[in-house]
């Protein structure tokens, strides 16, 4: 866990990979030459910008958390804490929630997905710098269009325990986007998150555009 007042990164891996047909999150990727399960990847520019990362899983994780921890390797695996979320099933907020509430001592939170392995270490800086700057809310756009992370500041804090559903925190970034800071980032792996089989095919393209 983050000291009192930093800004916590959590990550979220408690989806049900029902439109993938199987376990995406170790399903295995092949970026650059080298070969990891798809969740790894994703976990790798977070574990580049922070020196601890909460991962909110599903429940009886143990199968999944030692795949990754062993594609990760000890020193990597070492800065992760796996948070199981019980009511994962009932939607992403209550993974998001999860994870806001484990670290509620944080001045703010980055929000991301692990089912991005395309996304640019860039972005997570840039919203983690934004929100070290006084932003309440940021996030990364290209093109004119926001993907992630989301960072949020703990003036959220309430609001982001209360949600509830499949939404996450996206009608907060809706309600209050005259306050969102953008960051703009020239990687379209902002947007690029594997829901299918067909998305993992076109990663490769995706990593090497920008």
């Known amino acids: 866990m983050p000291e009192k007042g930093e800004i916590a990164a959590i990550v979220l891996a408690a989806g049900t990979s029902k439109r993938f047909g199987s376990d995406k999150l170790l399903h295995p990727v092949t970026l650059e030459g080298i070969t990891l399960p798809l969740a790894a990847f994703s976990l790798l520019p977070w574990l580049e910008t922070f020196g601890q990362l909460t991962v909110v899983v599903r429940h009886e994780p143990d199968k999944f958390c030692s795949q990754i921890n062993d594609a990760l390797g000890r020193q990597r695996a070492a800065t992760l804490h796996w948070l199981v979320c019980e009511n994962a099933d009932t939607g992403m907020a209550a993974s998001l929630a999860c994870g806001v509430r484990a670290n509620r001592d944080a001045s703010g939170w980055l929000i991301g997905l692990a089912d991005m392995p395309a996304l640019p270490a860039a972005a997570i800086v840039g919203v983690r710098n934004t929100l070290f700057g006084g932003a309440k809310i940021a996030a990364p756009f290209c093109a004119g269009k926001r993907g992630h992370p989301v960072g949020l500041a703990s003036v959220y804090l309430e609001e982001l325990l209360a949600l509830n559903g499949d939404e996450g925190a996206r009608k907060l970034?809706?309600?209050?986007?005259?306050?969102?800071?953008?960051?703009q980032i020239n990687n379209i792996g902002i947007f690029a998150d594997v829901d299918t089989p067909v998305d993992l095919k076109n990663l490769n393209s995706i990593s090497n555009w920008g």
Not at 173 to 179: I, N, P, V
Request: glycine share 0%; aromatic share 0%.
């Open 173 to 183: 970034l809706e309600r209050d986007k005259a306050d969102l800071k953008k960051i």
